[in-house]
């Protein structure tokens, strides 16, 4: 079921988005060569835990850590570890939080030093399809215009979208209905409503959109082992423009 948030609940999420958004732009700040996935865990989890929120992954389903960290071929749901960043590397940050009961949810692909051109061009390419799918996120809409309007823009410029993990809604939940694809044709699905609260999250290859999950059971990778990008934000969808949740 879907369900459309109050203005007392969009309070709630707002907070939980901005303590996500803080996190990534202390985050951002701390991404450098030579620094390791465990670290960056610990400094997100350290600005989630001072600002009275929660972090809302750790132990979600079993995942042992506050963030998701996956660099260059891992799409999603890598494990903070003893891994260090490597000048060239891309490093995808997934951060939630729950305050109040309510969560926010956001992911960005940052660079380490110096990266290729194409590393370059899908970082670029992957952030401005977030915001093509979201500027679909209006009253009257249907789901599907979200997903086809990243697809068009991923595909567009050589990329390809990953089909086997979705956006979603969140709320009191961290996911909830309705699951929001990268893909698919525009006028299909539920019709969207002001008080929706959606997690948009493209996750974009440079080679061929399928995945595979590494004996870790959380790891997610791409089949060719090329690189992939990830960005997410919370949104609110309103009576007019789309609400950004998880942006200071």
Not at 63 to 77: L, R
Not at 94 to 120: C, H, Q, R
Not at 164 to 188: A, C, K, L, T
Not at 219 to 235: C, G, N, Q
Request: glycine share 10%.
């Amino acid at each position: 079921m879907i369900t459309l948030k109050s203005e007392k609940e969009l309070t709630y999420m707002r907070d939980a988005g901005r303590v996500v958004a803080g996190a990534h732009r202390e985050l951002a700040k701390a991404v450098k060569t030579g620094v390791t996935t465990a670290e960056l865990d610990r400094l997100a989890e350290d600005f989630i835990l001072a600002r009275g929120a929660r972090p809302a992954f750790k132990g979600l389903y079993g995942f042992p850590a506050t963030i998701c960290v996956s660099p260059n071929e891992q799409v999603v749901h890598g494990i903070p570890g003893l891994r260090v960043l490597e000048n060239g590397d891309i490093i995808s940050i997934d951060i939630g939080s729950e305050i109040n009961g309510y969560f926010g949810d956001s992911a960005a692909t940052l660079p380490v030093g110096d990266i290729s051109s194409e590393a370059a061009r899908l970082l670029a390419v992957t952030e401005s399809s977030l915001f093509k799918g979201i500027a679909e996120a209006r009253d009257g809409n249907r789901l599907s215009d979200i997903s086809h309007a990243v697809q068009k823009h991923v595909e567009s410029h050589g990329f390809s979208v990953v089909r086997d993990y979705v956006g979603h809604g969140i709320g009191s939940s961290m996911h909830e209905e309705p699951q929001v694809p990268n893909f698919g044709r525009p006028g299909r699905g539920p019709r969207l409503r002001a008080g929706m609260t959606l997690a948009i999250e493209p996750m974009v290859n440079m080679g061929t959109h399928e995945v595979t999950t590494l004996p870790d059971n959380w790891t997610v990778v791409t089949r060719d082992r090329k690189l992939s990008a990830h960005f997410e934000h919370t949104i609110a969808i309103t009576d007019k423009e789309p609400e950004i949740l998880t942006k200071l």
